[in-house]
């Protein structure tokens, strides 16, 4: 096949998709800056930022079942880009509050549930969207070319949104998000998607319980959502709550800034092999390479306030990033490939939920754990734990044998 007819660039609906995607992102990654900083320029609390960030989060992980469920009853199109316009104004509201004088934390506590909401509605959908504007050849480079957009705007709106709160305050940085998301929505907009084929009239909870029959029809799928679980569930607090003070007081707190720089490039050379590279067993080498990820919190462990000790953590960092982003390839272009157009919308949202629900549960428990333990060696106790988790997944027949269809040929599914 020729190879300018497999690129995905090459299809103008999902040229908007990949451009809407990438904006979306550099938005969603001033929003969290800005918004921390203007509750702490009011005046609020260490806790009451916390309640924010939890408000924000909890309304993410609930909203979105029911935007699963909804992504696969309407145009996925069409909801994505009127829940990303209602996140834009979301955000402008706060935006006029902070410039105007009159946003209070409470505001922006409600501001913050709004916004998780909106946002989350359109991730499933965002998501299931990727086969239905490429073709079969065009799918394995479509989700790792919408996935690389995302880490690209993501990096790009971090790093713009500390200087956006320097120049011209959280205010004006909100008011930026608000139009790039504007502009994402309009990108969504400009996209033609058709309803997916199936029932309309059955209920939230059944369309759920569907969705989650879909899951435990596959076991690579519901083994691996237990694996990203407990991945989750130890990982999150040893990167948000140990690694900073670990790092911090071994190497400083530049070196922790540095540390995450290094972990978003492995991201971001995972995106750039994956262009690329097309292993026929994509979990098994996402799985593989996902072992990857346990370099991290080992490195943080056996830091050391020397040189030699930078260069190990970021290069932990880098395999980090590197790793998840290969598995998190293999992944999508997986269920794109194996679940039911129909369904896609609510697998994606059960897999938002299974990946992210415990993550609460990890930030609180990680500082009493690891109290008890010592922080480094709880840190060798999450390295050991992702490695564990890597194998007893690679010991599963379905992770192993599946393979990637390449357009002409069938996905072939092994039994657990």
């Not at 209602?86 to 916004?115: E, F, K, R």
């Not at 394995?140 to 790009?156: D, E, F, H, P, T």
């Not at 194998?391 to 192993?400: E, I, K, M, N, Y």
């Amino acid at each position: 096949m020729n190879e300018s007819k497999a690129s995905p660039l090459t299809s103008v609906p999902f040229r908007w998709l990949l451009g809407g995607t990438t904006i979306q992102s550099l938005g969603a990654g001033i929003a969290p800056v800005a918004l921390a900083f203007a509750v702490l320029d009011l005046g609020g609390s260490a806790q009451e930022l916390g309640l924010v960030i939890a408000l924000y989060a909890a309304a993410d992980v609930i909203t979105s079942l029911f935007g699963g469920w909804l992504g696969d009853r309407i145009p996925r199109s069409r909801l994505v880009a009127l829940a990303t316009a209602g996140s834009g104004l979301v955000q402008l509201i706060a935006a006029a509050g902070l410039i105007g004088g009159w946003a209070t934390i409470p505001l922006l506590g409600a501001i913050g549930v709004a916004g998780g909401c909106a946002t989350a509605l359109a991730v499933p959908s965002s998501r299931a969207l990727i086969g239905q504007t490429v073709n079969d050849a065009q799918l394995a480079g479509a989700v790792a070319s919408r996935r690389l957009g995302q880490n690209v705007g993501m990096i790009m709106g971090t790093g713009l949104a500390g200087m956006l709160v320097v120049w011209i305050g959280s205010g004006w940085a909100l008011a930026v998000d608000a139009a790039a998301l504007g502009i994402a929505a309009w990108c969504f907009s400009r996209l033609r998607a058709e309803r997916p084929t199936g029932s309309t009239d059955e209920s939230m909870l059944r369309g759920l319980t569907e969705g989650a029959r879909e899951v435990f029809r596959h076991a690579w799928l519901w083994l691996l959502l237990l694996q990203a679980l407990i991945y989750h569930l130890f990982f999150g607090g040893a990167q948000a709550v140990l690694g900073p003070i670990v790092i911090g007081e071994t190497l400083g707190r530049d070196a922790w800034g540095w540390g995450l720089a290094a972990m978003m490039t492995g991201f971001l050379t995972g995106g750039l092999v994956s262009l690329r590279w097309r292993p026929q067993r994509p979990l098994l080498a996402g799985v593989a390479l996902l072992i990857l990820t346990a370099a991290f919190p080992f490195a943080m462990a056996y830091a050391s306030p020397t040189a030699a000790g930078l260069a190990v953590l970021l290069a932990g960092a880098f395999a980090h990033g590197f790793g998840l982003e290969i598995f998190s390839v293999g992944w999508d272009l997986s269920i794109q490939q194996n679940i039911a157009e129909d369904k896609l919308a609510r697998v994606y949202a059960l897999d938002q939920v299974g990946s992210y629900v415990a993550r609460p549960v990890g930030l609180a428990l990680t500082a009493p754990v690891a109290a008890l333990t010592g922080f480094r060696p709880w840190l060798v106790v999450v390295g050991a734990v992702i490695v564990a988790s890597c194998l007893a997944a690679l010991a599963v027949p379905s992770v192993r044998r599946l393979r990637c269809r390449t357009g002409t040929g069938e996905v072939t599914e092994a039994r657990l």
